[in-house]
């Protein structure tokens, strides 16, 4: 490619690509945990166990893992533009059929239209750094990635939310069927609104590339098979996968098991529950921006996640003493911290990944990284809602121990291959 015969210019348009997609990415999110935080409503509505309710969050893992690679796929042949269509599709289907399922209690269609939800979501999961690389330019990827991303973690934090203020505990069964409707109403038909935004109002790609390594990755784009083979023989990548994977699945599995660790301790406190899930969540936000700025401006990827991963293990010790003392103030405040950390790495790895791999496809490369999150979170939300339920959080913090010492050990054989750094430069 001769530098001089490219073009670069950053379209007016990438704003509005990425906020549609992160109001898109906010719904359907906000959906995950929504079914949980309620739980004690929704056990006798749909006549339902614990377990069964747990289900409505841990299906999601499954659903990733047989819709990703699909997505992946259409993401690399079709487009932006056809990936977003698609999950909000799906994701106004799912809230119709939820919807449907509240009005006719039916816990079974519940689950169908949560997993069509998941699988809209599915399509959605690869486009931050998809959205960075194709409309902005390459020195705020890191921070684009997580301005993307962060809607994934807000909408975790609505989905605690919302639930215990529009159906309030200790109302009448019949006010209840009432609020529930009304509650999921509301979702199908913003969902419809979401569908016809993606619709008519977002575009593929930019006319003009908006940094040279975006020209340089369209024209040099490698064939899906072969993106895989060279990705999967690539060492850095490997441990960055390792690294990520591990700590991706901590965090969905501390989020999305937040409101029975904490009922455990102190039950039937919806709304105490749906303010330090939100709260998390926000929290979650602001370590997602905050240290993918941090990586934008040092760019030493190895020694953000690093330092992160180190101050994680006294707050996940932290948790449990404050839980076991019943202080309210004392959990919110770790339980933010772990947000900021756990989260904050999300991005980071997103669009390591990424760099380590350039020009490969950034669809494979963050499939394969979502793909083995999921792999891992699956089980081990399994194996931890079971140690909750039947011993203590000793037991159910194990895991996450383990966890940690692996990415730490995983993390200090990683180095900062930063091949999308390098072939920007040649532009100057």
């Given at each position: 490619m001769i530098k001089d015969e490219?073009?670069?210019?950053?379209?007016?348009?990438?704003?509005?690509?990425?906020?549609i997609y992160c109001l898109t990415c906010l719904h359907t999110n906000s959906?995950?945990?929504?079914?949980?935080?309620?739980?004690?409503i929704l056990r006798p509505y749909f006549g339902a166990s614990n377990t069964d309710i747990d289900w409505t969050v841990t299906l999601w893992c499954p659903v990733y893992l047989l819709t990703c690679f699909i997505s992946a796929y259409c993401l690399d042949v079709f487009g932006l533009r056809f990936c977003m269509i698609s999950a909000s599709g799906f994701n106004f289907i799912g809230t119709a059929i939820k919807y449907y399922s509240i009005v006719y209690p039916n816990f079974l269609i519940t689950c169908l239209g949560?997993?069509?939800?998941?699988?809209?979501?599915?399509?959605?999961?690869?486009?931050?750094?998809?959205?960075?690389?194709?409309?902005?330019?390459?020195?705020?990827?890191?921070?684009?990635?997580?301005?993307?991303i962060f809607p994934m973690f807000f909408g975790n934090g609505l989905g605690y939310y919302l639930p215990s203020l529009a159906v309030p505990d200790g109302s009448s069964p019949s006010v209840q069927k009432i609020d529930l409707e009304r509650f999921f109403f509301y979702y199908a038909l913003s969902g419809f609104l979401l569908y016809f935004l993606n619709l008519f109002l977002v575009k593929n790609q930019p006319e003009y590339p908006p940094s040279f390594a975006s020209a340089k990755a369209a024209a040099e784009s490698t064939e899906f098979i072969e993106s895989w083979k060279v990705i999967l023989t690539n060492r850095v990548s490997n441990f960055i996968l390792i690294t990520f994977t591990f700590l991706?699945?901590?965090?969905?599995v501390v989020l999305g098991l937040l409101s029975p660790m904490i009922s455990k301790y102190f039950p039937n406190q919806n709304i105490l529950i749906g303010i330090i899930g939100a709260i998390a969540s926000l929290s979650s936000v602001f370590g997602s921006l905050i240290l993918a700025w941090?990586?934008?401006?040092?760019?030493?990827y190895k020694l953000v996640t690093l330092i992160s991963s180190i101050l994680?293990?006294?707050?996940?010790?932290?948790?449990?003493?404050?839980?076991?003392m019943g202080s309210k103030l004392f959990v919110t405040i770790v339980v933010t911290l772990l947000g900021f950390l756990l989260a904050g790495t999300y991005p980071i790895g997103m669009d390591f990944i990424v760099q380590a791999n350039y020009p490969m496809s950034e669809s494979v490369c963050v499939t394969l990284m979502m793909f083995s999150n999921q792999l891992i979170s699956w089980p081990a939300t399994v194996l931890v809602s079971h140690l909750l339920q039947y011993y203590n959080l000793y037991y159910a913090f194990s895991p996450?121990?383990?966890?940690?010492?692996?990415?730490?050990i995983t993390v200090l054989f990683t180095k900062d291959q930063l091949n999308r750094d390098k072939a920007n430069l040649e532009i100057t």
């Open positions: 490219v073009k670069i210019k950053l379209s007016k348009h990438r704003f509005l690509v990425l906020t959906q995950w945990t929504q079914y949980q935080v309620i739980a004690d949560q997993s069509i939800v998941a699988a809209g979501q599915t399509f959605l999961a690869f486009l931050p750094s998809s959205i960075a690389l194709t409309w902005f330019p390459a020195e705020v990827a890191s921070t684009i990635t997580a301005i993307a991706q699945t901590l965090a969905n941090v990586t934008d401006k040092t760019r030493k994680m293990v006294p707050l996940f010790g932290l948790l449990i003493y404050s839980l076991e996450f121990l383990l966890m940690l010492v692996i990415a730490l």
